[in-house]
């Protein structure tokens, strides 16, 4: 994945809470056995209203998405991040996340930004006054900052997390940090061999 430093686009506020992974990206999408063109399945069920908060011309393009609290819960579909991702966003700002979305947002490269519930709702005011204002999320600083009014909050990641993003690090790129470590032990270790254990007919000798 790319390396992730500093994020600068339009929020969406979807306002609500305790959205599943299901609600993200209905089951009937889970199929598909390409990774990309899930960006139409998100929020499908929602999206066939019109005055779906998506659907609203003033918020066409954002790149952040402001959720309520408990965002990600449910099953642990990694396709709820790809789908989000597939859309458009980069991050999402919500006062509490589920623990496994977030953990797969960590591997794919979106930006899980935990806020409280007051910064939450004040910037989806902020947003809905004025959904032109540019949200900048730093993820080397640890703020959310909204340079036109002047807003500006701090939030956590766990180092682990926050050093995955700004280096670009996936579970492979993780691995491949150790490629020399791997290869020495590959190249010192022989693989037990199964030779003699049974006979011809498949039998353990043995047992």
């Given at each position: 994945m790319k390396p992730v430093h500093v994020l600068e686009g339009r929020a969406v506020p979807l306002e609500r809470s305790d959205v599943d992974t299901d609600q993200i990206i209905p089951s009937e999408w889970l199929k598909r056995v390409e990774r990309s063109g899930f960006g139409r399945g998100l929020f499908s069920e929602w999206r066939d209203d019109t005055t779906f908060v998506l659907n609203l011309p003033?918020?066409?393009?954002?790149?952040?998405?402001?959720?309520?609290?408990?965002?990600?819960?449910g099953s642990s579909r990694e396709h709820a991040v790809w789908?989000?991702?597939?859309?458009g966003f980069?991050?999402?700002?919500?006062?509490?996340?589920?623990?496994?979305?977030?953990?797969n947002s960590s591997k794919q490269g979106l930006?899980?930004?935990e806020l409280s519930v007051t910064d939450v709702e004040?910037?989806?005011?902020?947003?809905?006054?004025?959904?032109?204002?540019l949200v900048v999320v730093d993820v080397e600083r640890l703020t959310v900052e909204?340079?036109?009014?002047?807003?500006?909050?701090?939030?956590?990641?766990?180092?682990?997390?926050?050093?995955r993003l700004l280096e670009g690090w996936d579970d492979i790129?993780?691995?491949?940090?150790?490629?020399?470590?791997?290869?020495n032990y590959e190249a010192t270790h022989t693989t037990p061999s199964l030779e003699g254990v049974f006979d011809?007919?498949?039998?353990?000798?043995?047992a």
């Open positions: 003033q918020y066409a393009g954002a790149t952040i998405l402001l959720a309520g609290p408990r965002f990600g819960t789908a989000l991702m597939d859309y980069q991050a999402v700002v919500a006062p509490s996340f589920g623990d496994i979305f977030r953990n930006v899980t930004v004040e910037l989806n005011r902020l947003v809905k006054i004025d959904p032109s204002l909204v340079p036109g009014v002047g807003w500006q909050r701090t939030f956590s990641l766990d180092p682990m997390t926050r050093e790129g993780l691995s491949l940090r150790r490629i020399e470590a791997i290869s011809d007919q498949g039998h353990a000798r043995y």
